[in-house]
């Protein structure tokens, strides 16, 4: 009878363990990466042997590392800007526009992100073989925007099938045309989901590596790529640092948009 009243106290004690050990499971690996960059020796080695930026300095300095984070940002901000205008469109026509077979449609929307990105970028590599146009750069974005737009649909149709439509319909019925119904009453009630696309949206492509591999063209190598080449002949902190690069310009994109937009309200996605 007396243990009766800690039985809610252990499982409570359970949960949070529990909870604390996937956080730990999951940023282990980024805590290694930062370790690695911080590290004063060319290797792995825990513990650290002290702390040095001389990685960080190494990357910057690198002409090649500086071009391909150049090029990555280009290629991520342009394929944010038309995964986000494509998938939101497609999103509101899916759920607006009572298409026949919308169910078939919404699977291959989404149908990119169950495929394995490699395939996806050997098909796209063999499709521009096939019409000879070589490897420009709006065919990389092409390519980024292909397995982007999931994102954006995904995250759009959640915020859709939540939506007040009544709202809609006050606004039609006090004069506002289909356009300023759409830009002054959907739109900002669905930007939280588009928002949410487009942060997806940007890191996908910024780290996106399989599509990448066979759509760069030597000289122009996207951030991914050039570390995978760095690889190949050598291994030191410069990896780390570049690693930890990207993590933190991911950090910073979505804290922007909390500062800009408001990210809380993803939370009910």
């Not at 526009?97 to 395939?119: C, K, N």
């Not at 760069?216 to 190598?221: K, Y």
Request: net charge positive; hydrophobic share 55%; with cysteine.
């Amino acid at each position: 009878m007396t243990t009766a009243p800690f039985t809610p106290r252990i499982g409570r004690f359970c949960y949070l363990a529990l909870n604390v050990a996937v956080v730990v499971f999951l940023l282990a690996p980024i805590a290694i990466v930062f370790v690695f960059a911080l590290n004063p020796t060319p290797y792995i080695q825990f513990p650290p042997v002290g702390v040095s930026l001389r990685w960080f300095e190494k990357f910057f300095a690198s002409r090649d590392f500086m071009n391909a984070l150049r090029l990555s940002l280009e290629v991520a901000v342009m394929t944010t800007v038309a995964a986000t205008l494509f998938g939101a469109s497609a999103a509101l026509a899916l759920a607006r526009g009572g298409l026949p077979g919308t169910r078939v449609i919404t699977a291959i929307m989404l149908s990119p992100l169950m495929l394995p990105a490699i395939l996806t970028g050997l098909a796209l590599f063999q499709t521009y073989v096939l019409l000879d146009v070589g490897r420009p750069l709006w065919g990389l974005v092409l390519g980024h925007t292909l397995v982007s737009i999931p994102y954006v649909v995904r995250t759009t149709l959640a915020v859709l099938q939540n939506f007040d439509t009544r709202l809609e319909e006050a606004a039609r019925n006090l004069g506002a045309g289909p356009l300023r119904t759409y830009f002054e009453v959907t739109l900002p009630l669905t930007k939280p989901g588009v928002m949410a696309g487009a942060v997806f949206a940007f890191i996908v492509s910024f780290d996106q590596f399989p599509v990448s591999l066979f759509l760069v063209s030597p000289g122009r190598e996207t951030l991914p790529i050039t570390l995978f080449n760095y690889l190949k002949f050598d291994l030191d902190g410069t990896i780390g640092a570049a690693s930890v690069v990207s993590i933190l310009l991911a950090v910073l994109v979505v804290v922007g948009l909390d500062r800009t937009v408001g990210l809380r309200s993803y939370a009910k996605l």
